[in-house]
């Protein structure tokens, strides 16, 4: 059922896992489903706000009531989100990014051959970039890790510039990528950290959603 919590509300949500070209048929990409980012956006819509849905290639289909922005590298999806920031009052970056990018794209097919090398430069980090220059959006950002989850989450929150963290437990095979369960910890830049059970990721895409709504509270959007 809908309501009215993020009425007037603009969330834009990343989700999937970015694909970094090769060649015009072969790409580096990552295992992530992108069902977290689309629980997300789909608990947005249902709480009445303007969802904007920025993807990375995926199998799901797309949510109703969405604005759909289809992207596939992570260059191309940091265009998608910085040219609408100004526009949104929350972002929450749910994709999983690559962090390297194929420095020479070759234009045609590559031939088979004994041995090859591939050149990778990083990509830009974008939730750091938006956080760089964040004014009244709240950010919400994604964190795998395999120990030290709250240290090492906490660090990102500082790093980021974040209002809240997702730090999941990816060690666990009942957790993060490309299961329909999750489980970790909302982390704050000034509160204690929440402990969440494994639950779905629709049950803890609603979770993370009532967090945002006092977010936006707080901060009087
Ligand atoms: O630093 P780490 O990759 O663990 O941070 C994860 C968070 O940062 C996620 O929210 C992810 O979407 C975001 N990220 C990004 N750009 C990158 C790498 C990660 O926006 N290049």
């Given amino acids: 059922c ?46 009445g706000a303007n969802v904007i849905l920025v993807s990375a290639p995926t199998s799901l289909s797309v949510p109703s009531g969405v604005e759909f922005v289809p992207v596939d590298s992570a260059l191309s999806m940091q265009e998608a989100v910085e040219s609408r920031y100004k526009n949104v009052d929350v972002v929450v970056m749910a994709a999983a990014v690559s962090d390297f990018r194929v420095l020479h794209k070759a234009e045609q097919k590559i031939k088979k051959m004994e041995s090859m090398t591939l050149e990778l430069v990083k990509n830009p980090d974008i939730l750091q970039g938006l956080g760089s220059h964040k004014e009244h959006q709240i950010l919400v950002g994604f964190a795998a890790e395999t120990e030290h989850v709250i240290k090492y989450g906490q660090d990102k929150v ?20 490309n299961v329909d369960t999750n489980e970790g910890y909302f982390l704050y830049p000034d509160k204690e950290p929440k402990e969440m059970a494994n639950m779905k990721k629709s049950e803890l895409a609603q979770y993370i959603m009532k967090e945002v709504v006092e977010l936006v509270a707080n901060k009087h959007l």
């Fill in 158 to 177: 500082a790093r980021k510039n974040l209002d809240m963290l997702v730090a999941n437990d990816v060690s666990k095979s009942n957790a993060g990528f």
């Fill in 2 to 47: 809908k309501t009215s919590e993020l009425e007037g509300i603009t969330v834009l949500v990343t989700a999937g896992g970015t694909q970094e070209n090769i060649d015009p048929v072969r790409y580096i990409g990552n295992r992530s489903s992108g069902k977290m980012g689309y629980a997300i956006a789909e608990q947005a819509v249902r709480m």
